[in-house]
């Protein structure tokens, strides 16, 4: 099992490009299922998730084209088995986001409920009631959701929580459903809007991705389109703080501070200087940041994406910050590995407050979700002398070229197998 040494002290400098957005690649590459012709994709990240995600489809018998680097031809017109499989699904839950569109284009679909995961239960409950109000007959046995309909038929849909792939599997179903769907409580997300973009450039009719009411008007069928992936807000934001964190100065490229407002904010707040371009943003960090609170919420509140690296920055920062994560009922593990580099958290509920300390000690820890194992880097970059991060499969879900990156501004870190 791969582990990434990181030396702590490095202050951060240069230039790098950001990855296309992963939770946006995922439902769009699943949004080839709907349309028989081929469809084109640029600015893919190099991921484990999206190859997960493409080996999941090719079983599915689309056929899947690399062009270059970050290019990719998906061709929907050969799909002939609509089944995710548990062995795909248990490594990703994103997978659930073939569901909507499977039944929509073959009305039929078998699809492994994904497991729960370490930050929460994460049902998809949402997912089935949506496809069940467009008239999918869905039943779940021995761990499979099997769905069918002959058509689905538009419907007034409101989700019981703002869920983002809920949201993204209703709008893909929708669009060849029979009618109008409107969803309400719809994710707001910055990939929601992503996918919409894409999803009508396949020749659908939405309107309102973006806001909390999208309006779907379903169609016969789509066709083949060339769609670029938007740049990683959460890559972006995660590589924002390890330059705050080690009172660094970098420029991140091909990226935006669009849909970043809530995290450019703190850092702003936290003593940061931010400066936005137009496809790049730089940001000139004190030499100690000042403690920032920050309460999750659904777009375009601050993400809970971002939390578990606003805790790492926390720990070194001057003052005590109060974090509340609302989304996840468990997303505070880092908080376990933090301590252990000598931060000092205290976890009370779905609060978690830290106490900046003059300085963290480097150690051995455990990477134990994606985002967690964000913020076990973060700290390892700025906590004194060698960080071993153990089980670092869980960045490489997320994080394109990380050490590439990280060595790019100047970090110590190098993979050890
Ligand atoms: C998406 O997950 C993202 N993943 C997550 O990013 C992100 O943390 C999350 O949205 C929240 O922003 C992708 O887009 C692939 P939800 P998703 O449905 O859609 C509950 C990362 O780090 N819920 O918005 O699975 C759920 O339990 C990942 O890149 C139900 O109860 O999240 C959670 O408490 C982690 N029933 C809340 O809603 C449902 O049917 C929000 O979940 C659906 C959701």
Known sequence: MDKLLIQGGAVLSGEVAISGAKNAALPILCAALLTTEPVHFTNVPQLNDISTMLRLLADMGVGVTKDGVDGLTLDGGKLNNPVASYEMVKTMRAAILVLGPLVARCGEARVSLPGGCAIGARPVDQHIKGLQAMGAEISVEHGYVHAKASRLKGARICTDMVTVTGTENLMMAACLA???????????????????????????????????????QGVEKLHGAT???????????????????????????????????????????????ITVERDSIRLVAPKRLKAVSLRTAPY???????????????????????????IFENRFMHANELARLGADIQIEGSNAIVRGVARLEGATVMATDLRASASLVIAGLVAQGETLIDRIYHLDRGYAQIEEKLTKLGAIVKRVH
Request: with cysteine; proline share 4%.
């Open 300 to 326: 375009p509140a601050f993400p809970t994406d971002m939390q578990a690296q606003f805790m790492a920055i926390n720990c070194v920062a001057e003052g005590v910050a109060t974090i509340r994560e609302t």
């Open 227 to 273: 769609h670029s992936i938007m740049p990683d807000r959460i890559e972006t934001g995660t590589y924002l703080c390890a330059a705050a964190v080690t009172g660094g100065d970098v420029r991140l490229l091909k990226t935006s501070a669009a849909y970043l407002d809530t995290v450019v904010d703190k850092l702003m707040d936290a003593g940061c200087d």
């Open 178 to 216: 029979d009618g109008e769907t409107v969803i309400e409580n719809a994710a707001r997300e910055p990939e929601v809007v992503d996918l919409a973009n894409c999803l009508v450039s396949m020749g659908a009719r939405i309107s309102g991705a973006g806001t909390d009411v999208i309006r779907i």
